[in-house]
């Protein structure tokens, strides 16, 4: 019982961190980033090309990942986004761009790392069991779970206590009022692109290191519980993305081990509906969708 | 007719996901994004090759209609929580079916061995069928009407217009659009597995409709038709050029895609339309 509450809180720590991201920018621009899982998958290879091959310890290589994560979502909002901003049907072409962006970086993945599970190598985390209550965890899960947290959190602070992280939600309020207030607003959207893809990168470097297998299309299976963890939230709520999150990931660990695996997102996603029947704005989700 | 023979089943796939293509647009057009349509198609082509598996001489249009009919009427109460609400239609997205855990339905293994009762000449009828359907909403009273949502939905109820009716009657054809669909490749391919109708295949006909351009009704088919040859076509370029297959394939598809969305915003459907303005401001 407390093994598995444990087992879906690591879990749902990564599901969260990858949503957290993910509803970021459907929050300030309504379009949905399926390039999203992309970065996620490419940050995991930096991370392991700079552990295996740059020989550099995990704790240089995570935030060097995690930067290249967001930078890498800065360059996906300015190809893939800004051209098509004032558009009338932005939020069905930036999903579509996106995922041509997800598929670019998809060939990119390919062509460097090659189509197999690649795996970091053995000595990349120290392998140590520790013992909570009558469960027992890994290190490594209770760094996962930390870090998650911490990135989280400090998201959280960022948002609402920084210059930059109040320009982000006014953009998200309204462009146009923001822009007359003095924001700039391209910057903000690119920031709003760099915190999301850094998280979602972190995500995906964490997410290898728990699996220890990372290929290109890695990403995909988190996309659609990530869209799942968002719309439970919430669509545009951080903080109903980290409740959302924890919750699927212990949902999913409770239905695999009481039902068997072939249960596993049936469970889940008939949760949603259920919610989203008594409240279709999601958990924390607002009460209006804003428009015009 | 050798030359036929080869391209057969690239034309069957071709009119295939051109009607999922349409099974998207069909929601599309009155403004909700409906992603659940894989799953419709799953149920189209789970009912289609059961009934073909266990039914011996039911004809294979009722075998069609009820692949067509059984998503519809499952269309119904997975949108009435739904379409209360407004803007993207994510919600259903979600909503996986549970045919994996169902003895009937050969759980992860799927049903093989279904007779491939679909000819190229089935799917172009359909494609047919449902683009005539389609046009004649176009400029109609309820075409008008879907148009008046999509715009501005507050208005359109404002002018008495039962939005939240029209929506549903859209998401049902979308869903009995892509449940004939899955009926015709279930009959088509010889098996159905719950594989097959994940996800990320609503989200390539999303792209096939708006590739296509969703200004006319067949847009979709047109966007269907060019994404579904343009891997092969460069499949072949590939060779020819002594291109690696893999990669590099895969980096030109969304490359296209990505210049089709940010340069021809009205699909491909507008091309000509843009020559010949470009023609005419030359002359």
Known sequence: MGQQVLNGIFLGSIYALFAVGYTLVFGVLDILNLAHQAVFMLAAFVALALVADAHLSLWVALPLAVVAGGLIGIVLERLAFRPLRGRADSNISGLISSLAMATVFEAIALQIFGPDISRFPQDTFPDRVIQIGGATASLLQICIVAISVVLMAVLTLLLARTRLGRQIRAVAESPRAARILGVNVDRAIAMAFFLSSALGGAAGVLFGLAFNSISPDVGRGVELKGLAVIILGGMGSIPGAVIAGFALGVIEVFTVAQLGSSFRDVVSFAVLFLVLIARPRGLLGRAAAREA | ?283
């Open chain 2, 1 to 283: 007719m050798d030359l036929f023979l080869a391209y057969q089943s690239l034309l069957a796939f071709v009119g295939i996901n051109g009607l999922l293509a349409l099974s998207v647009y069909a929601t599309l057009s009155c403004g909700q994004l409906s992603l659940a349509n894989a799953g419709f198609m799953a149920i189209g082509a789970y009912t289609g090759a059961l009934i073909t598996l266990h039914a011996k001489g039911v004809p294979f249009v009722a075998v069609l209609a009820a692949s067509a009919l059984a998503p519809a009427i499952v269309a119904v109460p997975l949108g009435l929580p739904v379409l209360r609400l407004r803007g993207v239609f994510l919600a259903i997205a979600t909503v996986r079916l549970a045919f994996v855990n169902w003895d009937y339905t050969n759980g992860a293994m799927g049903l093989v061995a279904i007779p491939q009762r679909t000819k190229l000449w089935t799917i172009a009828l359909s494609l047919a069928l449902t683009l005539f359907v389609l046009g004649r909403l176009r400029g109609s009273r309820t075409g008008y009407a879907l148009e008046a949502i999509r715009e501005d939905e507050t208005a359109a109820r404002t002018m008495g217009i039962y939005t939240t009716g029209h929506k549903m009657a859209m998401l049902v054809l979308g869903a009995a659009i892509a449940g004939l669909a899955g009926g015709l490749e279930a009959h088509f391919t010889f098996m159905v597995a719950p594989g097959t109708y994940r996800f990320e295949r609503v989200v390539e006909w999303l792209v096939q409709a708006v590739v296509g351009g969703t200004a006319a009704f067949y847009g979709p088919v047109v966007g269907a038709a060019f994404l579904t040859v343009l891997p092969e076509v460069l499949r072949e370029a590939g060779a020819r050029l002594g291109l690696a297959p893999g990669p590099f394939r895969l980096f030109l598809n969304g490359a296209i895609l990505l210049a089709v969305i940010l340069y021809l915003p009205n699909g491909l459907v507008s091309l000509p339309a843009r020559f010949r303005r470009r023609a005419a401001g030359l002359a």
